[in-house]
């Protein structure tokens, strides 16, 4: 994750202005040597989702290749995030991606408490206790992927194509900072507290995080998915 997170804006610094095939191809053989497979991943991640709105102008069959993108994202780890992910292109196509995001984060920071408290409640050994936890993680999936699948859209429509490697470079280095203080948060609190615990103080600091995000990002900076402002 620290490697994610230092050298994503110095790649770009080093690599953003080199042809972006060959950059790509080149990363894909470097791909191939398992010793340096993540590092190599942070010209290419940024790299790639800003070629991916040069290559698509047309907003729609942008949005599909995101949900594409993120599908396949989802399918290497839980298969309830992945079949989450089928709906949110159609939802952007008529929802503004501020309305869609906020929303999806608000339910993401109450299902963490909830639905641990309703696990918690309900003994492993009871019939109904699987089908919850399914319907858990397909909730907390959706919620991921409505809140990450437009964040392409948001950051192809901010800056022009000469920009939009740095742009993505950034948010790929910011996205994985985060991810970097909140992974071991959630292992400490687990260890020092107990699961159920950290679920409720996660929770409530995903519900302050949408707080400040809807005070940071203002109405009249939203585009409806239609284009229309």
Same mark, same amino acid.
């Given at each position: ?5 230092t ?21 894909d ?20 989702h800003?070629t991916?709105?040069?290559i ?15 599908l396949t994202?989802? &399918? ?6 992945? !079949? +989450? ?6 939802? =952007?196509?008529? #929802? @503004? *991606?501020?309305?869609?995001? &906020?929303t ?5 920071? !109450? +299902?963490l ?5 309703? =696990?918690?409640? #309900? @003994? *492993?050994?009871?019939a ?10 397909t ?9 990450? #699948? @437009?964040?392409?859209?948001l ?12 742009l ?17 948060l ?15 103080l996660?929770?409530?600091?995903a519900t302050?995080?949408v ?10 900076r939203?585009?409806?998915?239609s284009?229309?402002?």
């Open positions: 994750m620290v490697a994610y997170v050298p994503a804006p110095v790649a770009n610094v080093l690599l953003g202005g080199l042809p972006r095939r060959g950059l790509l191809r080149t990363h053989l470097v791909h191939a040597l398992v010793f340096v497979l993540q590092p190599a991943s942070v010209a290419f991640t940024p790299t790639f800003a991916i709105p040069d698509l102008p047309d907003e729609r069959r942008y949005a599909h290749a995101l949900k594409l993108s993120r994202m989802n &399918l290497e780890n839980i298969a309830s995030p992945a !079949l +989450a992910d089928l709906e949110p292109p159609r939802l =952007l196509y008529r #929802t @503004p *991606e501020r309305k869609v995001m &906020l999806s984060g608000s339910a993401l920071g !109450l +299902a408490p909830v639905g641990t408290a309703i =696990l918690a409640l #309900t @003994p *492993e050994s009871e109904e206790f699987w089908p919850i936890c399914l319907g858990w993680m909730t907390t999936g959706f919620a991921s992927s409505t809140i990450l #699948t @437009p964040t392409g859209r950051l192809r429509r901010s800056a022009g194509a000469s920009e939009r490697p740095a993505f470079a950034a948010q790929f280095a910011l996205s994985h900072g985060c991810w970097l203080v909140t992974y071991p959630s292992g400490w609190l687990g260890a020092r507290l107990a699961m159920a615990t950290a679920a409720v996660l929770g409530l600091l302050l995080l707080a400040a995000t809807a005070w940071l990002w203002p109405r009249w939203t585009d409806p998915a284009g229309d402002a």
